[in-house]
């Protein structure tokens, strides 16, 4: 059974039986509402009709006049006498109840009560009063008044009419209303159970339009906002696997350009007739193309603990002017083959770091300066403020187009593949430097122009007890 024949008939049973049951309780409260008032009728009635017969002479007329007051009143009317004999009976064709004698303990209570006495009882059909008579001048002392209840409850008989009728025309109404209500709550429902199954199928472009301010509204919304949020995901999925795809792509063509030249090499190296000058240079070619096959491995670590581990970096403070002058040893030689300015500005400052990851920074970023640079100078500097250390690179080397920028520092990727390689770079470190520096909390920045050189910088915060 459907959801919107569940409710239709969940309300049109539900309001049949609270129908029913208000209509059953008006009928049973305006019986008992009409058998109260036909008691306090009746004994108002006894009073004035005993008044009646006190004064009716006793003569030929006497049961004429009974007979009219009974007419008149409506009643079924019985008169005893002094002993509690029946002394008259009206109407004539209605006299059996008038025929019992009228006991003696009953006479009594009637003498001393003054009051008319109401007999209702269950099994009785009637509905039965009885008054003493005073002083009269004819032999009636007691009279006894009835009714048949039926009579009373006459005007149910067209009430209940009334409520019937009017119950089933509200059940045709609520009926009507019931289906409407359910087919306006179950719509929503419906709709809202499609874009489910759609969503859940693999269809993120499914939108639902439901324009309502209700909690159907809010959950359209939800459901709106959780395809969007599925179809941002899987954009991103999907970004991802491009780049995981082409990443090991990249990897694999990394690798498999040394490993071919040393292959040649080794392949070389087994001639017998070769010179010692040209035995030395294979080696020397193995050599250079196994060290770039360690840095790539060795980039590779660091971005996958970037990725992968909360405890990439430990910070603590250092002097920089240790690492500056590791670097000038290190890159002095190199920058010197070239004829090229190494310029390193080492006056001891103290910052807040990791001094492994920073001193890879600087190894990655001023080897690079070196290899684009073929004439001029390659030159560190700091810059000081209150709160951190400003780390320049500048080169005058061929410098970067700004078509470049944008993916500079993204894993594998070159400005000049064929030309990179040549030089021995493996890709990453730009990237590595990235890493390292976000997880630092700060972000590398480039100034280029082509064949005029560029600038790379960096900010890195002082130790809190070094701040001005």
Do not use: C
Not at 190 to 199: F, G, N, R, W
Not at 256 to 282: A, F, V, W
Not at 321 to 346: C, G, N, P, W, Y
């Amino acid at each position: 059974m459907s959801i919107r024949a569940k409710l239709a008939w969940t309300f049109i049973l539900l309001l049949i039986f609270g129908i029913t049951a208000i209509s059953s309780y008006s009928i049973l409260f305006i019986r008992n509402y009409l058998l109260d008032q036909g008691e306090e009728q009746i004994r108002n009635d006894t009073e004035w009709l005993a008044i009646t017969i006190e004064n009716l002479q006793n003569n030929e007329e006497f049961e004429t006049n009974l007979n009219e007051a009974a007419r008149t009143s409506g009643y079924r009317l019985a008169i005893y006498d002094e002993d509690g004999a029946i002394f008259a009976s009206v109407p004539y064709d209605d006299a059996s109840l008038g025929r019992e004698q009228l006991p003696a303990t009953q006479r009594s209570r009637l003498r001393s009560g003054g009051n008319v006495q109401i007999v209702n009882e269950e099994e009785r059909e009637q509905l039965i009063a009885y008054n003493a008579i005073e002083g009269s001048v004819n032999p009636a002392r007691y009279i006894q008044v009835s009714i048949q209840k039926d009579q009373i409850y006459e005007p149910i008989k067209t009430i209940r009419w009334i409520i019937y009728t009017g119950m089933f025309i509200s059940m045709g109404l609520v009926i009507l209303v019931s289906v409407l209500f359910s087919r306006s709550i179950s719509k929503p429902i419906i709709q809202l159970e499609s874009a489910a199954k759609d969503i859940a199928g693999g269809n993120v472009d499914r939108t639902l339009q439901l324009d309502r301010k209700d909690e159907f509204g809010a959950l359209a919304k939800s459901l709106n906002q959780m395809a969007e949020r599925l179809r941002a995901d899987n954009e991103a999925l999907k970004s991802l696997y491009d780049r995981q795809r082409q990443f090991f792509a990249d990897i694999t063509h990394e690798i498999r350009n040394p490993l071919h030249t040393i292959s040649g090499s080794l392949e070389m190296l087994q001639l017998k007739k070769l010179s010692d000058e040209q035995r030395q240079r294979y080696l020397e070619t193995a050599a250079r193309q196994t060290e770039r096959i360690n840095r790539l491995f060795k980039d590779l670590m660091t971005l996958q603990r970037y990725d992968s581990d909360s405890y990439f970096i430990e910070k603590k403070p250092f002097d920089l002017q240790l690492t500056l002058q590791d670097i000038d040893e290190m890159f002095r030689s190199q920058a010197a083959e070239k004829d090229l300015e190494l310029i390193v500005d080492k006056k001891p400052v103290t910052i807040f770091a990791d001094p492994n990851k920073i001193e890879q920074v600087l190894e990655n970023l001023v080897s690079n300066a070196i290899k684009y640079t073929n004439k001029g100078y390659v030159k560190v500097s700091l810059t000081e403020s209150e709160t951190d250390i400003t780390v320049k690179v500048e080169d005058s080397g061929i410098g970067i187009s700004e078509d470049h920028l944008l993916r500079l520092f993204d894993r594998f990727y070159r400005t000049d593949k064929a030309r990179s390689r040549d030089k021995g770079g493996t890709g990453l470190g730009l990237s590595v430097v990235k890493s390292i520096l976000t997880a630092h909390g700060s972000a590398i920045h480039i100034e280029s122009t082509p064949g005029e050189g560029s600038l790379f910088w960096f900010s890195i915060d002082k130790p809190e007890a070094e701040r001005l």
